[in-house]
């Protein structure tokens, strides 16, 4: 059924709910609802919203969609593209605020807690490094290879660059498993380890190595590979 807006009752309106019930009342319908602003000449704004979702399968791949697969849907035009995905922009860019005031990194679960929902979604293998200072606070964070992990793609020379460049005393590297399972393979220890004898002839130590899954991760330090 096609209801229009203007046929809920007002008490029953998204925006009406949200300013009197606060947002966590509404569901994920409403809320991209309430981004949208309207919907076509046939099509309510909140049958719009849910094809929206309906079209990514839910949030997490709304999550990643481009502008371009947004205008794929019939009735979002480039503006309300635009307005969604800064909307899942800012949301990004908040939940990594919580961790950019001088994160400190103490253990595996303080690298995981920082990376986690950076990481876990992410289709293809991503290399990353935290830079960190002496009092072990993340100073730099550097996407450095996205692919399938190997010794001989994952270069030590750009994992220490960034290093240098930041005056970092110490580094901690992860990637991703796209699979969830965070068991580390062989491509995984011989790159652990060519890294822990670059850096020990540099003078800057490779603290841990950790390897991010669904909801999982795996230190090499723990596994005792460092």
């Known amino acids: 059924m096609n209801m229009m807006i203007r046929d809920v009752p007002k008490s029953e309106r998204p925006r009406e709910r949200m300013v ?4 966590q009342s509404l569901s994920n319908q409403e809320l991209i609802a309430l981004l949208l602003g309207s919907g076509t000449k046939s099509e309510s704004v909140i049958n719009l919203s849910a094809k929206v979702i309906k079209h990514f399968d839910g949030l997490k791949l709304l999550k990643d969609a481009s502008i371009k697969e947004l205008q794929d849907i019939r009735g979002i035009g480039e503006a309300k593209a635009v307005i969604l995905k800064a909307a899942l922009e800012l949301g990004r860019r908040v939940q990594q605020s919580t ?14 807690n920082y990376m986690m929902e950076e990481m876990r979604h992410l289709t293809q293998e991503h290399f990353v490094c935290l830079y960190l200072n002496t ?34 005393a110490s580094i901690v590297c992860l990637h991703n498993h796209p699979s969830g399972d965070v068991s580390p393979s062989h491509e995984d220890m011989e790159v652990t380890k060519r890294l822990v004898e670059c850096g020990k002839m540099m003078g800057i130590d ?3 190595h950790v390897i991010i899954g669904e909801h999982r991760f795996c230190s090499l330090k723990e596994k005792g590979y460092i």
């Not at 009197?20 to 947002?23: D, F, V, Y």
């Not at 290879?145 to 220490?160: K, M, Q, T």
């Open 20 to 23: 009197k019930e606060g947002p």
């Open 99 to 112: 961790f950019e005031d001088r994160y400190t990194i103490r253990s595996p679960e303080d690298v995981a």
């Open 135 to 168: 009092k072990n606070h993340v100073i730099h964070k550097q996407t450095i290879f996205i692919g399938s992990l190997n010794a001989s793609i994952v270069h030590p020379r750009e994992v220490f660059k960034e290093a240098f460049r930041y005056s970092a």
């Open 206 to 208: 490779l603290l841990d």
